[in-house]
Nanobody
Framework: VQLQASGGGLVQPGGSLRLSCAAS????????MGWYRQARGQERELVAT???????NYADSVKDRFAISRDNDKNTVYLQMNNLRPEDTGVYYCRLDRVGFLTDTYWGQGTQVTVSS
């Protein structure tokens, strides 16, 4: 399984960005795709996840500003980020959890998001 993330960049506070992450390889029907981020000097943290059936989960800090979605036909997950703040700055990683008899986890390469004026 490989995950290819894209869409990061530099944006001013209050701006928007859309991240995409395409998964290739064997994707189980039951899976969870998500976005995590890591700011400099801090631990990686959950941003949002979406299950193959569509259920979503968000970190409190991004609720009402970010929206996660997925296209199961394309094995792609998206993160629409609105009203960005400087504290949203970091490297954003996509993640895939394949749920079967055992669950295994794959990470994308990360994409930098910088929110600054």
């Amino acid at each position: 399984v490989q995950l290819q993330a894209s869409g990061g960049g530099l944006v001013q506070p209050g701006g928007s960005l859309r991240l995409s992450c395409a998964a290739s390889g064997t994707i189980f029907n039951l899976n969870i795709m998500g976005w995590y981020r890591q700011a400099r000097g801090q631990e990686r943290e959950l941003v949002a996840t979406i299950m193959s059936g569509g259920s979503t989960n968000y970190a409190d800090s991004v609720k009402d500003r970010f929206a996660i979605s997925r296209d199961n036909d394309k094995n792609t997950v998206y993160l629409q980020m609105n009203n960005l703040r400087p504290e949203d700055t970091g490297v954003y990683y996509c993640r895939l959890d394949r749920v079967g008899f055992l669950t295994d986890t794959y990470w994308g390469q990360g994409t930098q998001v910088t929110v600054s004026s």
